[in-house]
Nanobody
């Protein structure tokens, strides 16, 4: 099993930045990729960014430009840098690990962007 713990969320003004962290523990060597997702109230959960263990990244077209995913393998942590935040970025942000044994989710971290 893999355990994921997100951190770094909070309240920020529009135009500001936040960096989220997703720390992995457990069977982390089974991880194939880690993705950041978000879910706003009344909306479906959506992919924000994804990174493989080899370092390849992908972003949905709507997320390109303001979000950057990166990883520090020595710290078993994946980051999501978010810049030029907008009120519509307000959501609970989750990380998900794709592993050889299935997918695992973290508990989420709240990001609130005030106008």
């Amino acid at each position: 099993q893999v355990q994921l713990v997100e951190s770094g969320g909070g309240l920020v003004q529009a135009g500001g930045s936040l960096r989220l962290s997703c720390a992995a523990s457990g069977s982390r060597f089974s991880i194939i990729a880690v993705g950041w997702y978000r879910q706003a109230p009344g909306k479906e959960r959506e992919l924000v960014a994804r990174i493989t263990v080899g370092g390849s990244t992908n972003y949905p077209a709507s997320m390109k430009g303001r979000f950057t995913i990166s990883s520090d393998n020595a710290k078993n942590t994946v980051y999501l840098q978010m810049n030029s935040l907008k009120p519509e970025d307000t959501a609970v942000y989750y990380c998900k690990a794709n592993t050889v044994n299935g997918d695992y989710w973290g508990q989420g971290t709240q990001v609130t962007v005030s106008s």
